[in-house]
């Protein structure tokens, strides 16, 4: 593997009363994941994710859970562009009130984010997601969910 930059990453497992999952789709590659993102210098993992999971949903992350942190050769990605990083994954089981957040369909979120990151948000039965849709560095994240896996670190 080629020399590549290490980011340090957030995001959140968020679930409905039904129990499905948080989507999102990214507007910039158009792959499905969880919501969150990069830490800033000087931020806490956790306040990474909660600021990412504001950013990204409008939803205020009011109780969170250390769920697993993912590192490894799994976690390399290249962007389009040609750039190569390896991940550091922190993901979190985040508890959001949903009250009147929904769309009456009851699975999209009600939201537009001002960076325009998200080109959609919906709640998805894990049984129910096309993993070949998921970012690739979150597809472990999706097999280790759906497999009921919960070791905290994984590779």
Do not use: C
Request: net charge negative.
């Amino acid at each position: 593997m080629a020399k590549s930059k290490i980011i340090v990453t957030a995001g959140a497992i968020i679930r409905d009363r039904a129990g499905r999952v948080l989507l999102q789709k990214r507007s910039d590659y158009g792959n499905w994941g969880l919501p969150g993102g990069g830490m800033e210098p000087g931020e806490a993992i956790e306040d990474t994710m909660i600021r990412e999971v504001y950013e990204e949903t409008g939803l205020v992350v009011e109780q969170y859970e250390l769920y697993s942190i993912y590192s490894g050769e799994r976690m390399h990605y290249t962007y389009p562009d040609g750039n190569e990083v390896v991940f550091v994954m922190f993901l979190f089981h985040a508890a959001v009130n949903l009250e009147g957040k929904l769309e009456k369909d009851g699975k999209t979120l009600r939201f537009r984010d001002e960076a325009g990151e998200s080109a959609a948000l919906e709640f998805k039965r894990l049984e129910q997601i096309d993993t070949s849709q998921i970012s690739t560095v979150q597809r472990p994240v999706f097999e280790d969910l759906l497999l009921k896996k919960s070791v905290l670190l994984r590779k």
